[in-house]
């Protein structure tokens, strides 16, 4: 067994080893959106290790290429669902922010200000800031979120590594 602390919650795990970052982010019932179901090709996992970079299993190819194209991605950065815990001492820094699929999943919030950064599922970039009223004009300016999002799925579904 292996622990694992989340930050800014201030909650400590113990996974058994070679457990990824996403599996103890789940069972701590915290909410993943995962658009592109682990395979290491979206956005919504983006996590900051504070310590214990070393005993994380290496960045693979994939999750290389993935961070490239991330907003915010810094040598800290890591994909939860390709990142296995191997060592004792990680420290992980959860996002700030909520991902979104689909503009429509903004509706609920309409003429609210957003409680957190809304986040592009693919490149982690802020749509919008926290703070900010959502408005109809914002969420219709989001509609090709949705074709972003399904060329992700079908990426996935299609795509063999
Ligand atoms: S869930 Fe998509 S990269 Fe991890």
Redesign the pocket.
Known sequence: MKSVQFEPINSRIQVNTNTNI?EAILAEELD?L?????????A??HVHVETGQQSLTPRTEREQR?LGRITGCNTQSR????ARVIGEGVVIRLPDGMYIERAEDLMKYLGTRAGSNVLHPIDGSVLIEKGKIITKSRIRDLESLRECYGKLRTANTTRSY
């Open positions: 996403l993943v995962m658009a592109c179901g682990g395979k290491g090709m979206c919504t996992c993935t994909l939860a669902c390709q």
